[in-house]
């Protein structure tokens, strides 16, 4: 089983869209930013998902901090939302955290889930 840690804004509605996509085959873990990018660095979570106003700084920051940019993408900012294929995209790369902005959270969530599956 996967795990993920969940920072941020709105991290029990992130919770609750990654258990109702794929049930069972995620262990959600809600931390702060810093926790989660830190059990990510040290291989105890797999992925971080962060979400913020724009997806790209609170979302995010600790997590560039931590693992490093080239681990993190944002998946969907204000007035943009996000694309299967750029996540897969992004999977594919090697990345690990991925932030996106809280209007998108219902939007983003479950197709990101799904390509992590």
Known sequence: MKKIGIAGLQREQIQKLVEQTAPGEFECHILTDMDAAAKVKKGELDYYIGACNTGAGAALSMAIAIIGYNKCATIAKPGI????DQIAKFIAEGKVAFGLSVEHVEHAV???TAQLR
């Open 81 to 84: 939302q996000a694309k299967a």
């Open 110 to 112: 479950p197709l990101l």
